[in-house]
């Protein structure tokens, strides 16, 4: 009887485990190796509470528990590697162009058709340039989430309804204001205009394009929504961000969840490796520049400045170059790997220093792992990430147009021997890791949450709907302002009929 009770309890788990599984798509064909490292545990986080999850990328990621679906198109760091060192305005409408139009690519393959075809219960989309599946999301009637692969910023802060405050939240993509926040008074005028600026360009051109895209390949007809409605349905943006340390305190509505720091884990042992656990008492500098930026791409000038002052260091370097070797040109106390275990090379006792691009998962982990900093930012957030480091007080910041021997000697030099910063960043790790959930359980649990409500329209701020101007009361302060201006002009009217009445009858009494 026994066994017969134990298979009759087997069968009625599975049964009820199964009832209580969903069908979740991550899309995120357009994006680049890093977005994946915060979209990526998402999706095996509740793959592993029994949901089935599929993900469909360009690239063919390593997944336990979730179904990755490859979508044959040029990846995002092919399409834009070789002119990452130029972001000029037009270079980066060209970014925005091609990413468009690889989106359209991708979702024309039959394998993205496939998926668009089946019964999803919810949809996760990667916010950076693939907005185009959005028209086939709306026909699924099923809701909808936005995964930011960073902090959110502008034009994106107003899909969840956050109001957005130049006055003391910098864009992380200008470059013309640094530092934190207070912002001079000139500083807030540049990030007031570089973000009206960015968002003008994305709502009149970058949008419009779209729509007339998808229409001119077929995706789509004149009777669907425009794109700049549908982006504004979402159910939740999940942010690669912690609250606790971004550099300014800012209000947001509770359809934006932090699930930042996810990737992160205890540093493994490295294989049993002489070059790095012999390097003594001054340790080892460790240079990656990320999955987007190429080396094959790097000026010839900078790569012998970066290789003449590391060969002057007592440090050993560690240097991850992705393409073919240049061994017969270097030191001995440089190495270069194509791929390096980022977090455990953070994580090894001897390291001293990280030099990197300043991409948010390499900041985080340096600070995770109590790691000094010199940032070499190239595009996006990365400036911004640079200038949340160093102002809190764990890196420098060195832009590769004030890049020389001297200037990077200095800052190596800086850097290891401060104190001060190791100090600072041990601090910052203890703000990044005091959290309540973990950032796995928060970003499964708010899925599920949208799941079981049918996307939870009670929690949408009615902000995301409102044109900027009653967002921000423009039209209460200028009614407000005429209201002002009548009453003075009235009044200063009936001064003037009032002297001149007065002086009048003292004139006529003179009389």
């Given at each position: 009887?026994?066994?017969?009770?134990?298979?009759?309890?087997?069968?009625?788990?599975?049964?009820?485990?199964?009832?209580?599984?969903?069908?979740?798509?991550?899309?995120?064909?357009?994006?680049?190796?890093?977005?994946?490292?915060?979209?990526?545990?998402?999706?095996?986080?509740?793959?592993?509470?029994?949901?089935?999850?599929?993900?469909?990328?360009?690239?063919?990621?390593?997944?336990?528990?979730?179904?990755?679906?490859?979508?044959?198109?040029?990846?995002?760091?092919?399409?834009?590697?070789?002119?990452?060192?130029?972001?000029?305005?037009?270079?980066?409408?060209?970014?925005?162009?091609?990413?468009?139009?690889?989106?359209?690519?991708?979702?024309?393959?039959?394998?993205?058709?496939?998926?668009?075809?089946?019964?999803?219960?919810?949809?996760?989309?990667?916010?950076?340039?693939?907005?185009?599946?959005?028209?086939?999301?709306?026909?699924?009637?099923?809701?909808?989430?936005?995964?930011?692969?960073?902090?959110?910023?502008?034009?994106?802060?107003?899909?969840?309804?956050?109001?957005?405050?130049?006055?003391?939240?910098?864009?992380?993509?200008?470059?013309?204001?640094?530092?934190?926040?207070?912002?001079?008074?000139?500083?807030?005028?540049?990030?007031?205009?570089?973000?009206?600026?960015?968002?003008?360009?994305?709502?009149?051109?970058?949008?419009?394009?779209?729509?007339?895209?998808?229409?001119?390949?077929?995706?789509?007809?004149?009777?669907?929504?425009?794109?700049?409605?549908?982006?504004?349905?979402?159910?939740?943006?999940?942010?690669?961000?912690?609250?606790?340390?971004?550099?300014?305190?800012?209000?947001?509505?509770?359809?934006?969840?932090?699930?930042?720091?996810?990737?992160?884990?205890?540093a493994k042992p490295l294989p049993q490796d002489e070059w790095v656990s012999s390097s003594g008492?001054?340790?080892?500098?460790?240079?990656?520049?990320?999955?987007?930026?190429?080396?094959?791409?790097?000026?010839?000038?900078?790569?012998?400045?970066?290789?003449?002052?590391?060969?002057?260091?007592?440090?050993?370097?560690?240097?991850?170059?992705?393409?073919?070797?240049?061994?017969?040109?270097?030191?001995?106390?440089?190495?270069?790997?194509?791929?390096?275990?980022?977090?455990?090379?953070?994580?090894?006792?001897s390291i001293r220093l990280f030099i990197t691009h300043g991409g948010i998962h390499s900041t985080?982990?340096?600070?995770?792992?109590?790691?000094?900093?010199?940032?070499?930012?190239?595009?996006?957030?990365?400036?911004?990430?640079?200038?949340?480091?160093?102002?809190?007080?764990?890196?420098?910041?060195?832009?590769?147009?004030?890049?020389?021997?001297?200037?990077?000697?200095?800052?190596?030099?800086?850097?290891?021997?401060?104190?001060?910063?190791?100090?600072?960043?041990?601090?910052?790790?203890?703000?990044?890791?005091?959290?309540?959930?973990?950032?796995?359980?928060?970003?499964?649990?708010?899925?599920?949450?949208?799941?079981r409500h049918n996307g939870a329209p009670h929690l949408r701020c009615p902000a995301r709907q409102?044109?900027?101007?009653?967002?921000?009361?423009?039209?209460?302060?200028?009614?407000?302002?005429?209201?002002?201006?009548?009453?003075?002009?009235?009044?200063?009217?009936?001064?003037?009929?009032?002297?001149?009445?007065?002086?009048?009858?003292?004139?006529?009494?003179?009389?």
């Amino acid at each position: 009887v026994l066994p017969w009770l134990k298979f009759i309890t087997i069968v009625i788990s599975v049964i009820i485990s199964n009832s209580n599984a969903s069908r979740i798509l991550f899309l995120a064909p357009v994006s680049s190796k890093s977005h994946n490292i915060f979209y990526l545990p998402i999706a095996e986080a509740l793959a592993e509470r029994g949901h089935e999850v599929k993900y469909a990328s360009a690239y063919a990621l390593k997944a336990e528990k979730t179904e990755v679906v490859i979508i044959p198109n040029r990846p995002y760091n092919e399409l834009l590697s070789p002119q990452i060192m130029n972001t000029s305005i037009l270079t980066t409408m060209k970014w925005g162009n091609t990413l468009t139009d690889s989106c359209f690519d991708g979702l024309a393959t039959k394998e993205a058709q496939d998926l668009l075809q089946e019964k999803w219960d919810v949809v996760l989309i990667s916010i950076f340039n693939n907005d185009c599946f959005l028209y086939h999301v709306n026909r699924m009637q099923v809701p909808y989430i936005w995964l930011v692969p960073n902090h959110i910023f502008e034009p994106f802060a107003h899909l969840s309804g956050m109001p957005w405050f130049p006055s003391f939240v910098g864009n992380p993509t200008n470059p013309l204001v640094s530092g934190l926040p207070p912002y001079t008074l000139l500083q807030r005028m540049i990030n007031t205009l570089i973000d009206m600026f960015g968002v003008a360009l994305f709502e009149y051109y970058y949008l419009p394009r779209i729509d007339s895209l998808c229409q001119s390949r077929g995706q789509c007809t004149e009777k669907d929504p425009n794109i700049s409605d549908l982006r504004l349905n979402s159910s939740l943006l999940i942010t690669n961000s912690i609250r606790a340390i971004e550099s300014s305190a800012t209000p947001y509505p509770p359809t934006v969840v932090h699930a930042g720091g996810i990737h992160l884990k205890t540093a493994k042992p490295l294989p049993q490796d002489e070059w790095v656990s012999s390097s003594g008492d001054n340790g080892f500098i460790f240079f990656s520049l990320g999955s987007v930026l190429r080396m094959e791409h790097m000026p010839q000038l900078l790569f012998r400045v970066l290789v003449k002052v590391f060969s002057s260091v007592p440090q050993r370097v560690l240097w991850k170059w992705d393409t073919d070797l240049p061994v017969d040109l270097l030191p001995s106390n440089i190495r270069m790997e194509k791929w390096l275990p980022q977090q455990d090379l953070l994580g090894h006792p001897s390291i001293r220093l990280f030099i990197t691009h300043g991409g948010i998962h390499s900041t985080m982990e340096a600070a995770h792992h109590g790691v000094p900093i010199i940032g070499m930012p190239v595009f996006g957030d990365q400036n911004s990430n640079m200038v949340q480091v160093e102002g809190n007080g764990f890196g420098r910041i060195l832009l590769w147009e004030n890049l020389n021997e001297d200037r990077l000697l200095i800052l190596i030099n800086e850097v290891i021997k401060d104190k001060r910063m190791k100090s600072a960043i041990v601090k910052h790790s203890v703000l990044m890791n005091d959290l309540p959930v973990s950032s796995k359980d928060t970003a499964a649990y708010w899925v599920e949450y949208i799941i079981r409500h049918n996307g939870a329209p009670h929690l949408r701020c009615p902000a995301r709907q409102m044109p900027w101007y009653r967002l921000y009361n423009i039209d209460v302060w200028a009614m407000l302002l005429l209201i002002a201006v009548t009453s003075t002009f009235l009044t200063f009217k009936a001064v003037v009929v009032c002297f001149k009445c007065t002086f009048r009858a003292q004139k006529i009494k003179s009389e």
